[in-house]
């Protein structure tokens, strides 16, 4: 991803490949790998990777981004590109690994390599916190942690750097040699093994051994006893072992975890003597990576009060970029991970993925990155910035301000986080997306706050990584050439509007649909430029679809005589024949064939650019009988309408669960619906699909109450024997069914499920605490991936469909991406 001066030549000898190359002693620095998001195009060189998707079908965009370079694993696209240079390889992830490997191997540092299932993230990021001071250091970005991951982190080490912290992740046996190969790590840490993931996995003792493969070679290894029980310390790889336990004898033995109000404070013995240390955390997960960053610093000789005066300031690191509502309609994107020019150009294009105001602007810090001069890393960002069309820069940082006249752009420069708060109130912000990105030290979660809203105690978090993920499922699943509607009706299933629109359209699906005109409206006013169809189109709002360009479904020779009347000179506008196969809904059915055949023959003011139609039990295999007979009736009467239209429309009928059930009614098109938010009922427990949506709450107050005493409306709750209750701030009206009431509902409290107690109020819920500890001010989650929909869906004997639609608007949506 980086500064490396290689030639298109070496690395071809490098290689030992095939070339066609143009200019040979083009430098190359970044490899790419995703055409989106390209850095410098003519130092790029762009691998063909195949895994959901053909990587060669992106050469063309690619190209359109001015990369010139590219490794290739079909010949052809060499005739295609005569000014490109191309490298032909066998296997396009194996050359970038060996170009990774290769580059590794000319240097000597220091390198820590993280494995295990959780926590390898936030080790790495704390870890780089803690020795920072110390080292210069290059670490994987994010959790680049994959066999594409690793190779991306390593190509970014250079000569200035004397430490690399890098993590590897596998998913099945076979993948670690590869990944260790290319680390090489001096220092390994075992974060932990879960039982989860465990499917590419014959036992958990062939997960640990494939994991421990990373550290053959170490020098050291750092671990919990705990997690390796399936083997005996010999059988462990490293020279030297550093172990960590609560629970039995270690090297750095835990014998007290003691929670303070907002961190904990830990004693261990080690060396035969009792040491302490304070992490500014209290949850679980991150008291066991602190024990492991404990470890580490011991293990490589920092003394205890060094260690402990670096872990008490830790802080917390977040890898997600934030998208939420700010002041003024403004769009606030949040990014306080790192402040290097890579993350620089991921929050860029995810601010060019988020079209909903024309206008964008950055606030930035200054940045530090090793290696070149502020001379060249300003250079590189005033031209990142111009060719991600952002309208206005405010920098922050009496240092960045010296190189203003580098930037093309509306600018403003303040001295420091400070400056800017003084001059807030003067500063126009309105209609636009504003992304927030400063390195730790300038503090611009200060910034952040003054832009956003106020956030209320109740929050819908999005990860729209997952519902990426979920798309590239379905993608996985459909035959080539099929294309996908995204069903983004009902403010996408509940989870937003233009946020989600915006996502799908960046990652190139072919249509959107809607329920009704306004929405479809209110993503044309957001940018959105994808078909849009509408499905309940009603008269009223013809002019408004024809204006915004929107497609109506069209269901009954009513409806098609008034749009054609509200059509006045437009030829060929497109319309969506929706023909009723047995849901008795919408829709054409046989009986009205002649009458519409009637009206399109010869009609060029319209255009029928679907034909459909809406299987009723696609996902149930009761009723397969009857799926397969909407199918072929479907066909009937579509192939009936092609015959006398002397064209072919695009033929639909799967939704969700009909994709993988019903391979052969893929068609030309999928309407892919809840399956993209992370539910398909044909295929529960899916590892593959992943959870879109977390909703959270907070407690407000908690009361102990005395036996016999009830709790809320009507007496409802009573507590014979006393206890405690909670009251967090989530009722009806935040869509939160009366039905959950008196026990019915749970939320996870501290990890701990808890029921409600009582009825539900319009906008407070009172849960049963007896037995736990819990604070004002604690997290209550009011379903996550462990307590999910699907289950609060049959707690009160509903679908997941109708939980998610009726989370109200007042429920705050935050979006998150990384
Ligand atoms: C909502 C809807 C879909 C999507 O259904 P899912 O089960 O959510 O995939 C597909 N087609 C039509 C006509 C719909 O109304």
Redesign the pocket.
């Given at each position: 991803m980086q500064h490396q001066n290689y030639t298109v030549t070496e690395l071809a000898q490098i290689l030992n490949s095939q070339t066609k190359l143009i200019d040979g002693q083009v430098v190359i620095k970044y490899l790419a790998i995703d055409s989106r998001s390209v850095l410098v195009p003519e130092h790029s060189l762009f691998f063909a990777l195949s895994s959901h998707r053909d990587g060669h079908d992106f050469i063309t965009d690619a190209y359109a981004k001015q990369i010139r370079n590219f490794v290739i694993t079909k010949p052809d696209y060499v005739e295609q590109y005569p000014d490109c240079n191309f490298i032909l390889v066998e296997n396009a992830l194996t050359a970038l690994q060996t170009l990774a490997a290769h580059h590794r191997k000319q240097f000597t540092l220091k390198t820590i390599g993280i494995t295990g299932s959780n926590g390898k993230t936030i080790v790495k990021e704390w870890l780089y916190q803690l020795l920072a001071t110390d080292f210069n250091i290059v670490r994987s970005p994010k959790s680049y942690n994959s066999q594409v991951g690793v190779p991306l982190s390593v190509w970014q080490i250079d000569a200035e750097n004397n430490l690399g912290i890098f993590e590897a992740g596998i998913s099945s046996v076979n993948e670690m040699q590869t990944l260790a190969e290319i680390i090489e790590p001096e220092i390994g840490i075992l974060t932990n093994i879960n039982e989860a993931h465990a499917e590419g996995f014959p036992s958990k003792k062939e997960k640990l051994i494939e994991k421990l493969k990373l550290f053959k070679n170490a020098d050291l290894l750092i671990y919990s006893p705990e997690y390796t029980n399936e083997l005996v310390v010999n059988e462990l790889p490293g020279k030297r072992k550093f172990s960590w336990s609560s629970k039995q004898g270690a090297d750095l033995r835990i014998i007290a975890v003691e929670p303070l109000e907002d961190k904990c404070s830990l004693r261990a013995i080690y060396q035969d003597v009792e040491i302490e240390c304070t992490l500014p955390f209290k949850d679980k997960a991150s008291i066991e990576n602190g024990i492991i960053c404990w470890a580490t610093l011991l293990a490589i000789g920092y003394t205890p009060a060094q260690s402990n005066l670096r872990l008490e300031k830790l802080s917390h690191v977040s890898m997600r970029l934030e998208l939420k509502n700010g002041i003024n309609q403004c769009s606030i994107i949040d990014d306080s991970y790192s402040a290097d020019i890579s993350s620089l150009a991921i929050a860029l294009d995810f601010l060019n993925q988020q079209n909903q105001h024309p206008k964008k602007t950055v606030i930035l810090s200054e940045l530090f990155e090793t290696g070149r001069s502020d001379q060249d890393l300003y250079t590189e960002i005033a031209d990142l910035l111009k060719q991600k069309k952002v309208n206005r820069l405010i920098g922050i940082g009496a240092h960045l301000s010296k190189y203003a006249s580098l930037f093309n752009l509306e600018t403003q420069f303040f001295d420091d986080t400070n400056a800017f708060v003084t001059a807030f109130p003067s500063i126009q912000f309105s209609h636009e997306t504003i992304l927030v990105k400063g390195a730790r030290r300038f503090e611009f979660a200060r910034i952040s706050k003054l832009l956003t809203q106020k956030i209320h105690d109740t929050v819908l978090e999005i990860d729209l990584n997952a519902m990426v993920n979920n798309l590239q499922f379905y993608r996985s699943k459909i035959k080539s050439g099929v294309k996908i509607m995204a069903?983004v009706?009902a403010f996408s299933y509940g989870s937003g509007s233009f946020e989600i629109a915006n996502l799908l359209q960046f990652h190139k699906v072919d249509y959107l649909a809607v329920a009704y005109a306004d929405e479809g409206i209110a993503l044309r006013k957001a940018g959105i430029t994808l078909p849009i169809m509408v499905?309940s189109p009603e008269e009223s709002a013809f002019e408004a679809i024809i204006k915004h360009h929107l497609e109506p479904e069209i269901y009954s020779i009513e409806i098609l005589n008034a749009f054609v009347n509200a059509l006045s000179n437009q030829t060929n506008y497109p319309i969506h024949i929706k023909i009723d196969s047995g849901m008795h809904r919408l829709g054409f059915d046989e009986a009205e064939l002649d009458q519409l055949i009637d009206l399109l023959k010869g009609n060029d003011n319209i255009k029928v650019e679907s034909i459909f139609s809406?299987l009723v039990a696609s996902g149930e295999s009761q009723h397969d009988e009857y799926s397969q007979q909407q199918i072929s009736t479907f066909k009937i009467i579509a192939n009936r309408l092609i015959e006398i239209l002397g064209y072919k429309p695009l033929l639909h009928i799967s939704?969700?669960?009909g994709i993988s059930r019903w391979p052969d009614a893929q068609m030309d098109m999928v309407?892919?619906?809840?399956?993209l938010y992370g539910f398909d009922a044909a295929i529960s427990n899916n590892p593959s699909l992943q959870t879109t949506m977390v909703l959270k709450t907070t407690v407000t107050q908690v009361k102990t109450l005395n036996a016999g005493e009830t709790v809320g409306y009507s007496r409802k709750g009573v507590m014979p024997n006393g206890g405690k209750i909670a009251t967090v701030k989530i009722g009806y009206a935040d869509g939160y069914n009366r039905a959950f009431g008196n026990g019915v509902g749970k939320m996870l409290i501290n990890g701990q499920l808890v029921p409600t107690i009582g009825s539900i109020c319009m906008d407070m819920t009172m849960l049963d605490v007896s037995n736990l500890d819990v604070q004002p001010g604690d997290e209550a989650i009011v379903f996550n991936q462990e307590h999910s929909i699907v289950d609060l869906a049959a707690e009160i004997n509903t679908i997941p469909y109708e939980i998610l639609t009726n989370i109200s608007q007042r429920v705050k949506r935050v979006y998150f991406y990384e």
């Amino acid at each position: 991803m980086q500064h490396q001066n290689y030639t298109v030549t070496e690395l071809a000898q490098i290689l030992n490949s095939q070339t066609k190359l143009i200019d040979g002693q083009v430098v190359i620095k970044y490899l790419a790998i995703d055409s989106r998001s390209v850095l410098v195009p003519e130092h790029s060189l762009f691998f063909a990777l195949s895994s959901h998707r053909d990587g060669h079908d992106f050469i063309t965009d690619a190209y359109a981004k001015q990369i010139r370079n590219f490794v290739i694993t079909k010949p052809d696209y060499v005739e295609q590109y005569p000014d490109c240079n191309f490298i032909l390889v066998e296997n396009a992830l194996t050359a970038l690994q060996t170009l990774a490997a290769h580059h590794r191997k000319q240097f000597t540092l220091k390198t820590i390599g993280i494995t295990g299932s959780n926590g390898k993230t936030i080790v790495k990021e704390w870890l780089y916190q803690l020795l920072a001071t110390d080292f210069n250091i290059v670490r994987s970005p994010k959790s680049y942690n994959s066999q594409v991951g690793v190779p991306l982190s390593v190509w970014q080490i250079d000569a200035e750097n004397n430490l690399g912290i890098f993590e590897a992740g596998i998913s099945s046996v076979n993948e670690m040699q590869t990944l260790a190969e290319i680390i090489e790590p001096e220092i390994g840490i075992l974060t932990n093994i879960n039982e989860a993931h465990a499917e590419g996995f014959p036992s958990k003792k062939e997960k640990l051994i494939e994991k421990l493969k990373l550290f053959k070679n170490a020098d050291l290894l750092i671990y919990s006893p705990e997690y390796t029980n399936e083997l005996v310390v010999n059988e462990l790889p490293g020279k030297r072992k550093f172990s960590w336990s609560s629970k039995q004898g270690a090297d750095l033995r835990i014998i007290a975890v003691e929670p303070l109000e907002d961190k904990c404070s830990l004693r261990a013995i080690y060396q035969d003597v009792e040491i302490e240390c304070t992490l500014p955390f209290k949850d679980k997960a991150s008291i066991e990576n602190g024990i492991i960053c404990w470890a580490t610093l011991l293990a490589i000789g920092y003394t205890p009060a060094q260690s402990n005066l670096r872990l008490e300031k830790l802080s917390h690191v977040s890898m997600r970029l934030e998208l939420k509502n700010g002041i003024n309609q403004c769009s606030i994107i949040d990014d306080s991970y790192s402040a290097d020019i890579s993350s620089l150009a991921i929050a860029l294009d995810f601010l060019n993925q988020q079209n909903q105001h024309p206008k964008k602007t950055v606030i930035l810090s200054e940045l530090f990155e090793t290696g070149r001069s502020d001379q060249d890393l300003y250079t590189e960002i005033a031209d990142l910035l111009k060719q991600k069309k952002v309208n206005r820069l405010i920098g922050i940082g009496a240092h960045l301000s010296k190189y203003a006249s580098l930037f093309n752009l509306e600018t403003q420069f303040f001295d420091d986080t400070n400056a800017f708060v003084t001059a807030f109130p003067s500063i126009q912000f309105s209609h636009e997306t504003i992304l927030v990105k400063g390195a730790r030290r300038f503090e611009f979660a200060r910034i952040s706050k003054l832009l956003t809203q106020k956030i209320h105690d109740t929050v819908l978090e999005i990860d729209l990584n997952a519902m990426v993920n979920n798309l590239q499922f379905y993608r996985s699943k459909i035959k080539s050439g099929v294309k996908i509607m995204a069903m983004v009706k009902a403010f996408s299933y509940g989870s937003g509007s233009f946020e989600i629109a915006n996502l799908l359209q960046f990652h190139k699906v072919d249509y959107l649909a809607v329920a009704y005109a306004d929405e479809g409206i209110a993503l044309r006013k957001a940018g959105i430029t994808l078909p849009i169809m509408v499905m309940s189109p009603e008269e009223s709002a013809f002019e408004a679809i024809i204006k915004h360009h929107l497609e109506p479904e069209i269901y009954s020779i009513e409806i098609l005589n008034a749009f054609v009347n509200a059509l006045s000179n437009q030829t060929n506008y497109p319309i969506h024949i929706k023909i009723d196969s047995g849901m008795h809904r919408l829709g054409f059915d046989e009986a009205e064939l002649d009458q519409l055949i009637d009206l399109l023959k010869g009609n060029d003011n319209i255009k029928v650019e679907s034909i459909f139609s809406h299987l009723v039990a696609s996902g149930e295999s009761q009723h397969d009988e009857y799926s397969q007979q909407q199918i072929s009736t479907f066909k009937i009467i579509a192939n009936r309408l092609i015959e006398i239209l002397g064209y072919k429309p695009l033929l639909h009928i799967s939704n969700t669960s009909g994709i993988s059930r019903w391979p052969d009614a893929q068609m030309d098109m999928v309407r892919l619906g809840i399956g993209l938010y992370g539910f398909d009922a044909a295929i529960s427990n899916n590892p593959s699909l992943q959870t879109t949506m977390v909703l959270k709450t907070t407690v407000t107050q908690v009361k102990t109450l005395n036996a016999g005493e009830t709790v809320g409306y009507s007496r409802k709750g009573v507590m014979p024997n006393g206890g405690k209750i909670a009251t967090v701030k989530i009722g009806y009206a935040d869509g939160y069914n009366r039905a959950f009431g008196n026990g019915v509902g749970k939320m996870l409290i501290n990890g701990q499920l808890v029921p409600t107690i009582g009825s539900i109020c319009m906008d407070m819920t009172m849960l049963d605490v007896s037995n736990l500890d819990v604070q004002p001010g604690d997290e209550a989650i009011v379903f996550n991936q462990e307590h999910s929909i699907v289950d609060l869906a049959a707690e009160i004997n509903t679908i997941p469909y109708e939980i998610l639609t009726n989370i109200s608007q007042r429920v705050k949506r935050v979006y998150f991406y990384e």
